[in-house]
């Protein structure tokens, strides 16, 4: 399911009236959501038409483009070019919009933004940072306080008992992570073990097992401060006990076939966005906070994926050796391609910089 809508390259709208206007906005669609979400967006060319920005989905579906909407009329100004907006329910509607040519640009995180780079022509221009000054974010697993399961080896001892709220297989700190440093580690996988499963965004896994529709969840540092704000009764009923190793944070992709000049202009963009000192920079400052809190962009390439890769490479290896074959030149030939996949990959990664 997807929703779309352009920003004009004009001033923003006052945030009291964003809010109002997206609340009105979802009683008026309510009766077409069927028939938006099988609508196809015309392509547009390179040189002209709205540029249509895709956005993880992090939170729902209409809070998550009404974050990003005063930036990206920001952005239109400046390329004097209408921004249309899409906002996607799910990992996988982003990536198909993105494999039919619906999408030019994006806001992803590692394995989304490895497979726009690598399988469909996108590139690297930006990646986030944040106000704690770490270079990535932790995965986080959660238990409700006073629940059935109290305890991470309580968790890993009997799994086949506990209710599961996770992340889409896509989602680094949702799934990728947890799954290769933690469960698979333990002989555990997440996807058969459990007593059951909820897949969805970080704010519907936290909210499953605070609600107790979940026993078990995981999350991640930056989307877990957000909820702490917006769900305060319901994250004191939480408790985090494991944190991942630190993961690289998301990146902005451009479609490959704009031209070095516009991406150039995209990527200064992004970088001096909120970098103003002072009152003037104050406005730019409160959108980044609204978008988790950002403290802005750095220019990147694709070589920022790396790091992604090595860890879907690990994952990779990781499933082969704990799958069952029928011998052993089975297992060895699965771990050789899946090797040289991931040599190809870095060889792309380090070969089609911006």
Not at 100 to 122: H, I, Y
Not at 145 to 165: I, Y
Not at 281 to 303: I, M, Q, Y
């Amino acid at each position: 399911m997807q929703f779309t809508r352009t920003v004009s390259p004009c001033r923003p709208r006052p945030g009291w009236l964003r809010r109002w206007g997206a609340a009105l906005l979802l009683l008026v669609m309510g009766a077409h959501v069927a028939a938006v979400a099988q609508t196809h967006l015309p392509a547009a060319g390179v040189q002209d038409g709205p540029i249509r920005f895709g956005i993880l989905p992090l939170g729902g579906v209409f809070e998550s483009r009404n974050d990003w909407e005063p930036l990206l009329a920001d952005l239109a100004r400046v390329l004097n070019r209408p921004v249309s907006v899409l906002s996607v329910t799910s990992y996988d509607a982003l990536d198909q919009a993105i494999k039919r040519n619906q999408v030019d640009m994006a806001f992803l995180s590692g394995r989304m933004a490895l497979d726009a780079v690598t399988l469909r022509g996108m590139t690297v221009v930006a990646q986030v940072t944040r106000h704690d000054g770490l270079p990535g974010y932790r995965s986080l697993l959660l238990l409700r306080k006073g629940g059935s399961v109290t305890t991470l080896e309580d968790v890993l001892a009997q799994p086949e008992r506990w209710r599961l709220a996770r992340g889409e297989a896509k989602s680094v700190s949702g799934f990728i992570v947890p799954q290769l440093q933690l469960f698979m580690p333990a002989g555990i996988a997440m996807e058969t073990r459990f007593k059951s499963e909820f897949v969805g965004t970080h704010q519907a896994t936290a909210l499953a097992v605070a609600n107790g529709e979940a026993d078990v969840a995981t999350n991640n540092t930056a989307d877990f401060e957000r909820f702490r704000l917006q769900f305060p009764d319901e994250s004191q009923r939480l408790i985090i006990v494991w944190q991942s190793d630190l993961i690289p944070h998301a990146q902005i992709v451009t479609r490959r076939e704009y031209p070095p000049e516009f991406q150039k202009k995209v990527q200064s963009f992004l970088a001096a966005y909120g970098r103003t000192p002072g009152p003037r920079g104050d406005p730019e400052r409160a959108v980044l906070k609204s978008l988790h809190d950002l403290a802005g962009f750095l220019p990147a390439d694709n070589t920022s994926l790396l790091p992604a890769a090595k860890l879907a490479h690990q994952l990779a290896r990781q499933s082969a050796m704990n799958a069952q074959w029928v011998n052993e030149e089975a297992r060895t030939a699965r771990l050789a391609k899946v090797d040289a996949e991931f040599a190809q990959q870095t060889a792309a990664l380090r070969g089609n910089s911006p």
